[in-house]
């Protein structure tokens, strides 16, 4: 399997660079690329970053010893188009399945990782998710409740999501051809029809959008640290 790390946002919400925020004594996309790094299935890494950081996210990994780095390249003004010039790089390895993980994800595991490759490998597409706890609610453009939002059935979508490779290649294809954005893999494949299966993960696998996710990561990866 072939994975594509997307870090190639522009971290407006967050006020600093998060994909280089320490983060345990480590970059946040670093802890990504070493849950990949370390499971097995995973055989080469392919990092999508803006163009004038790739020597600075080639370094990154050579200094945390990602050896299953493919290369660096540069993304595009959005989301899809860095994916999609993730699977262009992609192409020079062979690789029946492919997995696109978002770099701001680093509570992300092999465990996890692979448990996605598991159900890819038996319905040809999955992707992580958690199901809503919470209650939701719809409000007004002012902010006013306007009703609630049944949560039966309702997930909340996580990477990685893995697919054939040729499957998720095809998907991009048609929405560069129709000229419309989107914001995951799945948007993308159920374009053409197809069903994409849940792999429930229970662990927190959040992405880190606030200073405030920087200080709970924090606690979770030192839990799970043996004392």
Known sequence: MIAIMVAAGSSRRMGFDKLTA???????????????????????????????????????????????????????????????????????????????????????????????????????????????????????????VMGGVDRDNLWAMQTPQIFLAALLERAYQQVLRSNEAVTDEVSAVQRLGVSVFLTRIDAPNFKITLPGDLALAQLILESRTPQ
Request: glycine letters at 8%; hydrophobic letters at 45%; a neutral charge.
């Open 22 to 144: 320490n983060l345990a004594g480590k970059p946040v996309a670093a802890h990504s690329l070493l849950a990949f790094e370390a499971t097995p299935i995973v055989e080469r890494i392919v990092l999508v970053t803006r163009e004038d950081r790739v020597a600075e996210f080639e370094e990154l990994c050579r200094d945390h010893g990602i050896t299953k780095l493919a290369r660096v390249v540069a993304g595009g003004g959005e989301r899809h188009l860095s994916v999609w010039n993730g699977l262009q790089a992609a192409r020079a390895h062979s690789g029946d399945y492919v997995a696109v993980h978002d770099a701001a994800r680093p509570l992300i595991t092999p465990g996890a990782i692979q448990a996605c490759y598991d159900k890819a490998r038996h319905h040809g597409a999955s992707a992580c998710a958690m199901p809503i706890s919470d209650t939701l609610k719809r409000a007004n453009a002012d902010g006013a």
